[in-house]
């Protein structure tokens, strides 16, 4: 099946880094979501980009659609303690209905 | 407004034994997902469907998962006979429709001795 390419694949920062993460493909995707996964539960959608070259924030997190459309990225900006978990990006290729790819996961870890 | 609910949120059994797994989806939302999640993986589609009809479910193992969601609401997901390699963390979700956001369960985590 379709692959994406989530780096890196683990990141150990400290409270009030920024951090960045991205997601790859040979193919093209019309949407890009990024979810995070907090232990023991499912994932919750953070952002979704719909746009080649859209650039959207929430929060202390931003992230932004490729312009090629074979790529995204998510930047977390000042990081705290809660931001632990693993991030997962998304895509939703062009022609499938709603059928979502999802990447391996980055496991975020914020040392106080 | 109440998300998606899942029972049970664990389960450990043998291989060969069967196991079955309940999601209730968001009030309204027409579009159910069951997902399989592998321990540093992310999830993989098993089956979709749109209200009780079966959209896709070209990576369901046919030969021992099964699922149904027969009023278009709460839907069940079976594994019958479980192998070791079904040992992982069934996610449901739904969305509105089938073009919009999915939002997920807490998931059923099963590990299989």
């Known amino acids: 099946g379709q692959q994406l390419n989530q780096s890196p694949q683990s990141m150990f920062i400290q409270e009030g880094e920024d951090v960045s993460m991205n997601c790859t493909s040979s193919?093209?995707?019309?949407?890009w979501l990024w979810y995070k996964q907090d232990p023991g539960e499912g994932p919750v959608l953070l952002i979704a980009l719909y746009k080649a070259g859209e650039l959207t924030s929430n929060g202390r997190l931003t992230a932004q659609f490729g312009i090629t459309r074979k790529d995204s990225f998510l930047n977390i900006s000042a990081s705290i303690p809660s931001d632990v978990g693993i991030y997962f990006c998304?895509?939703?290729?062009?022609?499938?209905?709603?059928?979502?790819?999802f990447g391996k996961g980055t496991l975020l870890t914020v040392n106080p | 407004e109440a998300g998606v609910a899942q029972s049970p949120r664990y389960k450990i059994i043998e291989k060969r034994q069967s196991v079955a797994f309940w999601c209730n989806p968001i009030?309204?939302?027409?579009?159910l997902y069951w997902y399989q999640q592998i321990l540093g993986q992310g999830p993989k589609l098993l089956i979709q469907f749109q209200n009780n009809g079966v959209v896709d479910d070209s990576q369901l193992p046919k030969d021992r998962f099964s699922a149904e969601r027969l009023k278009g609401v709460d839907s069940t997901l079976k594994i019958q006979p479980a192998k070791l390699e079904d040992s992982a963390v069934y996610l449901c979700?739904?969305?509105?429709?089938?073009?919009?956001?999915?939002?997920f369960g807490p998931g059923t985590r099963l590990l299989v001795l």
């Open positions: 193919s093209i995707f019309n949407t």
């Open positions: 979700a739904s969305s509105r429709t089938g073009f919009e956001t999915q939002y």
């Open positions: 009030s309204g939302h027409a579009t």
């Open positions: 998304a895509g939703l290729l062009e022609g499938s209905n709603y059928k979502l790819t």
